[in-house]
């Protein structure tokens, strides 16, 4: 079954809208794209942040304090 609405032809105001739009989303596709790349950048920083976190890499190491993995466990 056709729908009745679809088979008429656009008025003036409907064209406008349909024209504005396609160039609302043209302009929005560069910056969705772009968007899209910046959040995966960040999540490449912050899994390097992480590693960076568990090496201990993050805040100044006393020169004089041994590592941690070279401490004897208690018995």
Do not use: C
Request: proline share 7%; aromatic share 2%.
């Amino acid at each position: 079954m056709v729908n009745a609405a679809a088979a008429q032809p656009l008025d003036s105001e409907a064209l406008r809208s349909a024209a504005t739009i396609e160039t609302v989303s043209r302009t929005v596709k560069p910056g969705r794209d772009q968007l899209g790349h910046v959040l995966r950048r960040v999540e490449v920083y912050k899994q390097a942040v992480l590693l960076a976190a568990f090496r201990g890499e993050l805040v100044l190491q006393d020169p004089k304090n041994e590592p941690a993995r070279a401490r004897k466990k208690p018995a």
